[in-house]
């Protein structure tokens, strides 16, 4: 940073705030910039049960018209982002594929800035080894660098036993994100969080999880679109992931009724929404 050449003395007083405004609908006011930029969760605000949430379709193609930039960001570390395209688009959402973030990504990005070029032992699917071959790193179960675990949807006990051995032996031990569940049309399914636990358990090795709740998944997508905090809202269907997420990382928090939290749940956390609205269909008219 370059020398000033002097320093001019004022009086005090009081710091300067950033516009004032009112959300349409909310009687809330917020000293915060206006939203230039978005993050939305997929999973229960986008699409539910395999079908697109109502208003979500006309709330991308807004986003898409209005030329902000935005990501899509999921947990799920399965698919890679061009999987998840296709996924949306045959709901009849028209995301992008460079506007879709998921904790595969992120888990690379941390991966190759912390250690570029390294080594490591996967347990997840194509999303997962997809992205960390991108940032160079060598699949290897010999010596690796690191264990990482995603999901997967067939979690081998044979794969497990050498993730722990693995770990017994030095490596490092990563985990995409800390969901215990994973939706299906069937019900609950066990996600990585579940496997992390029993691994830890095994190891007395902790992972360290780089996906939401952890404040790391919003900046990264925030570098990927160049976008500042205070101009950005990340809408979310969960408070203990989402919500909190977008919190930590100083974002404008924004809750949806349709997936998991409702509002009764919501006033049991000790942290708050910025805002609480029914649906991505409240949001329309705002982007």
Request: hydrophobic fraction near 40%; charged fraction near 20%.
């Amino acid at each position: 940073m370059g020398h000033l050449p002097g320093v001019v003395l004022r009086a005090p007083g009081p710091p300067a705030l950033s516009p004032t405004r009112r959300h349409p609908g909310d009687d809330t006011m917020l000293d915060r910039k206006p939203v230039q930029s978005w993050l939305t969760d997929m999973d229960g605000v986008l699409v539910h049960e395999g079908q697109p949430v109502p208003g979500a379709p006309e709330f991308v193609k807004k986003l898409r018209a209005s030329g902000k930039p935005f990501l899509v960001l999921t947990n799920n570390s399965i698919y890679t982002p061009r999987d998840l395209q296709a996924r949306l688009a045959r709901m009849g959402l028209d995301v992008p594929e460079e506007a879709i973030w998921s904790s595969a990504l992120a888990t690379a990005q941390f991966l190759a800035d912390q250690r570029p070029g390294g080594t490591a032992y996967v347990i997840g699917e194509a999303g997962l080894t997809t992205a960390l071959h991108a940032v160079g790193y060598v699949l290897s179960d010999f010596a690796p660098d690191y264990v990482v675990l995603g999901e997967t949807r067939t979690y081998s006990f044979e794969a497990i036993t050498k993730a722990i051995r693995l770990i017994n032996d030095g490596a490092r031990f990563i985990c995409t994100n800390p969901d215990a569940t994973g939706p299906s049309m069937e019900g609950a399914l066990p996600a990585a969080g579940s496997v992390a636990a029993m691994i830890s358990k095994a190891t007395g090795v902790d992972p360290y999880f780089v996906g939401k709740p952890n404040p790391m998944m919003m900046r990264s997508a925030l570098n990927t679109i160049d976008a500042h905090s205070e101009s950005t809202a990340m809408i979310g269907d969960r408070m203990d992931t989402d919500i909190l997420c977008g919190l930590e990382a100083g974002l404008e928090t924004i809750l949806v009724l349709t997936g998991i939290s409702n509002r009764t749940e919501a006033e049991r956390y000790p942290y708050r929404p910025s805002r609480i609205v029914d649906s991505v269909a409240d949001l329309i008219d705002e982007v």
